[in-house]
């Protein structure tokens, strides 16, 4: 249980000091606070994540049959697997180059299916699609402005022109 939970965490201690039958003493307060791990976070987001998509399963399939095991099994690693690359790749970056690439890597699954794989979108959907994907690009642009121009307030001299000037 501690594995899973971690020992450090206000949850893990409440819960190994419930399993273990001792109480919490005042040296456990002691201990450094740790955020959980991207596999801590993996597996409670994914049960809850397949919980919440069965749940909406007779909106999208026609009949309750399960696929093969190894069928769910593979989707189950990769979507973990994706899920963790994405955490990381959030701790190296930011939250808002990951949502930037994510708008990036739909515009191109779209594109793909648009052009290769003989898809149609109706005008509804294409406007859709175009304005969500501009309101990303948008607000990605002034985040950056914004940074920028406090970056140029803490500099006294004038740089090249940007993306930002009015």
């Known amino acids: 249980m501690k594995l899973l939970l971690g020992s450090h965490g206000d949850a893990g201690r409440a819960i190994d000091g419930k ?36 749940g909406f399963r007779p909106f999208f399939e026609s009949s309750w ?7 769910i099994a593979a989707v189950a ?8 690359f994405e955490l990381r790749l959030t701790e190296l970056t930011g939250p808002l180059t990951v949502s930037v690439l994510a ?14 794989g003989g898809e149609r979108l ?7 699609f175009s304005v969500s994907a501009l309101g990303a690009f948008v607000y990605a642009l002034s985040r950056y402005c ?13 740089g090249e022109g940007s993306a930002c000037e009015e």
């Open 19 to 54: 399993v273990s039958g001792r109480q919490a003493s005042s040296s456990d307060d002691d201990l450094p606070q740790r955020s959980p791990s991207k596999f801590q976070i993996a597996f409670v987001v994914n049960p809850v994540t397949g919980l919440m998509a069965l």
């Open 65 to 71: 049959e399960v696929d093969s095991w190894s069928v």
């Open 77 to 84: 690693v990769g979507a973990t697997g994706i899920l963790i």
């Open 103 to 116: 708008v990036i890597h739909n515009i191109v699954i779209v594109m793909y299916f648009l052009i290769l």
């Open 122 to 128: 109706s005008w509804p959907q294409l406007a859709g």
């Open 146 to 158: 914004s940074n920028e121009a406090q970056v140029a307030e803490g500099q006294s001299d004038e």
